[in-house]
């Protein structure tokens, strides 16, 4: 029997799926498929292309929050940067007790590294503008108020951010679950083809959506034909023999599939 490797991009997977939908449609009564039915297959391969465009749209919603978050992250930054520069020179560039008071509580006059740092600071700073109204610059926007404005604009920016890694995280297990169910009826299905169908390399494959290389674990376009006029003879002995005619060749092949005798 073939080696069946299914592909691991979405697009291909759900292509081959339908494919195999097509195949059961034509032929799970003659070959007497029955671990899956078709509407099954059908359903399972609905689901999971639903779940993938879900999740695909929850991967551009996050990388959207993303974009957003990392500008308000980037104008907190050059606002703390301007307001440190304006303050050393009023309080000096070393710092002191008059830094502490304006929010540099560390015993440093640096702009901090971690993001939830700098949004206290900025706090800070707008409690002590709000305190010290004589130490704003408006000109620069060195204000309590413009402070305020960057602040919770990267909160928002921010809460976006974690929504959508949430949201992802939930769609991704719900896209887990039909893709393994999807896979798991996929699977099902060839080894019962494969059962019934005695020479699936050059014929039945093909019919459910695997290429000719299937026997090396790969899995391709099908060949550039189709089968068309399928007809069936039972022969004395108790075999089913199937004929059909690949739509660009003109020369009749036949394969065979054994049946029990009736």
Excluded: C
Excluded at 160 to 165: L, S
Aim: without cysteine; glycine residues 6%; positive net charge.
């Amino acid at each position: 029997m073939g080696n069946y490797n299914l592909p691991t991009n979405s697009g291909q997977l759900i292509g081959l799926g339908n494919k195999m939908a097509v195949g059961m449609t034509e032929f799970s009564t003659v070959l007497k498929l029955t671990l899956i039915p078709t509407a099954q297959m059908q359903a399972n391969l609905t689901a999971f292309a639903n779940q993938d465009a879900a999740f695909n749209a929850a991967r551009s919603a996050q990388q959207t929050a993303s974009d957003a978050y990392q500008p308000a992250l980037a104008a907190v930054y050059e606002w703390l940067l301007g307001v440190s520069n304006t303050l050393a020179t009023r309080f000096g560039t070393r710092w002191s007790r008059e830094w502490a008071q304006a929010g540099f509580n560390n015993n440093t006059t640096a702009i901090p590294s971690k993001v939830e740092d700098r949004l206290s600071l900025v706090l800070a700073l707008v409690d002590f503008f709000t305190k010290n109204p004589s130490y704003e610059v408006p000109s620069m926007n060195q204000t309590a108020a413009y402070g305020t404005t960057l602040r919770t604009t990267a909160l928002n920016a921010q809460a976006a951010v974690t929504a959508a890694a949430v949201n992802i995280n939930s769609i991704s297990a719900t896209w887990q679950t039909a893709y393994d169910t999807l896979v798991k009826g996929m699977r099902a299905l060839e080894r019962e083809r494969q059962r019934q169908w005695q020479r699936p390399a050059r014929t039945g494959g093909v019919v459910f959506g695997w290429a000719n290389n299937e026997r090396r674990g790969r899995v391709g376009s099908p060949p550039p034909f189709h089968f068309q006029n399928m007809s069936a003879r039972r022969r004395n002995s108790g075999e089913l023999r199937y004929g059909y005619s690949p739509a660009k060749n003109p020369m009749r092949r036949n394969f065979w599939y054994r049946s029990s005798r009736s």
